[in-house]
């Protein structure tokens, strides 16, 4: 059974930087798309980042220039680099796989972005 975990969340400061990591664990088959959501108290979830397995990524508006995305197949990671935090980055952030036959979503980790 295809499994999502997300970690490296955390409290920091605006204008600081975190990285997350997703893990996909027990897929048969190889984990195509990988991307990262989020998912602010009373909003709705937003699309931050994607990834396809070839490597090409896709951002989301608002976190263009200051987040990046990156993926290692060999160990079914994906990672979100995380740079200028803004105060409006507070969020859950969820990671999304998929290898063509299932879409598993984490459980999220929480990012806050605070004086």
């Known amino acids: 059974q295809m499994r999502v975990v997300e970690s490296g969340g955390g409290l920091v400061r605006p204008g600081g930087s975190l990285k997350l990591s997703c893990v996909v664990s027990g897929s048969i088959f190889p984990v195509n798309g990988m991307a990262w959501y989020r998912q602010a108290p009373g909003k709705q979830r937003e699309m931050v980042a994607h990834?396809?397995?070839?490597?090409?990524?896709t951002y989301g508006d608002s976190v263009m220039g200051r987040f990046a995305i990156s993926r290692d197949n060999h160990k079914s990671t994906a990672y979100l680099q995380m740079d200028s935090l803004r105060p409006e980055d507070t969020a859950t952030y969820y990671c999304?796989?998929?290898?063509?036959?299932?879409?598993?979503w984490g459980q999220g980790t929480l990012v806050t972005v605070s004086p």
């Open positions: 999304k796989a998929d290898n063509n036959r299932v879409t598993v």
């Open positions: 990834m396809t397995r070839d490597g090409v990524p």
